[in-house]
């Protein structure tokens, strides 16, 4: 099974992405779309085999958590934004862990 169809993987890719972006934030909102995050991860086949099933895997993803109010969604352009302030429960979770597993865990949560 390629790692582009496996969905543990895709999460796994979108809390690195969210993790590595809140560490390395200087300011109190991070904005994305699903390439540049998923650019951000440490996941080199998922980056090197960037298919448009899995910008609709990372999409579902980035939407539950905008449905359960951790991220915001700007979508009057274009192109669909999400924004992750230091407001959220997720940023703060990201900022306090060493590693990315814990929001590995609550994206495994809240999506499955």
Known sequence: MTSYTDF???EKAVAEALWNVVKESRG?????IPKTLLER????SL???MLPVV???VKHILDVLTSRGLLEKDDSRSV???KLCKTSELWALCKESDNPDK???LIRD???
């Open 103 to 105: 929001v590995e865990k």
């Open 41 to 44: 991860s440490n996941n080199n």
């Open 55 to 57: 910008f609709t895997l």
């Open 8 to 10: 543990t993987n895709v």
């Open 80 to 82: 669909i934004r999400y």
């Open 47 to 49: 980056k090197n085999n």
């Open 28 to 32: 109190s909102c991070v904005s994305f």
């Open 110 to 112: 809240l999506v499955e």
